[in-house]
């Protein structure tokens, strides 16, 4: 993904994203930034009603470089950014983030896989 259109500068995109067991989102960004974003508050907004169902909100993914659920849910990569703190380095590895999107794509071809591998 290009980080530069026309000249102007893009904000920070998604490249990983492993949810939470509390509803958060342990994000890493393409300029090497690891930060944990809250989704609770999404929950307010319709459109997001479907995150409260934990096996849902589970199955999120790096899409466009933001985040997105099934049933094209997704959230703006700018305010991901803004609104989310940095996380510590011991949250979120590279090696987590890969485990974590292995059992996903296991789970959304039909495997059962534990629930610790996905959250």
Do not use: Q
Not at 12 to 25: F, I, K, Q, S
Request: aromatic letters at 10%; hydrophobic letters at 45%; proline letters at 8%.
């Amino acid at each position: 993904m290009e980080s530069i259109i026309h000249g102007a500068l893009l904000p920070p995109r998604v490249t990983a994203v492993a949810p939470g067991e509390d509803y958060t989102l342990f994000l890493t960004f393409n300029n090497g930034e690891r930060r944990i974003f809250d989704a609770k508050p999404l929950f307010a907004y319709k459109v997001f009603a479907p995150l409260k169902d934990r096996r849902f909100f589970s199955a999120v993914h790096v899409e466009h470089g933001s985040v997105a659920w099934p049933d094209d849910i997704d959230y703006c990569p700018d305010t991901l950014y803004a609104e989310s703190v940095v996380a510590a380095d011991d949250i979120a590895t590279p090696e987590d983030i890969a485990a974590h999107d292995e059992a996903m794509e296991a789970w959304r071809n039909g495997a059962t896989v534990p629930l610790s591998s996905v959250v």
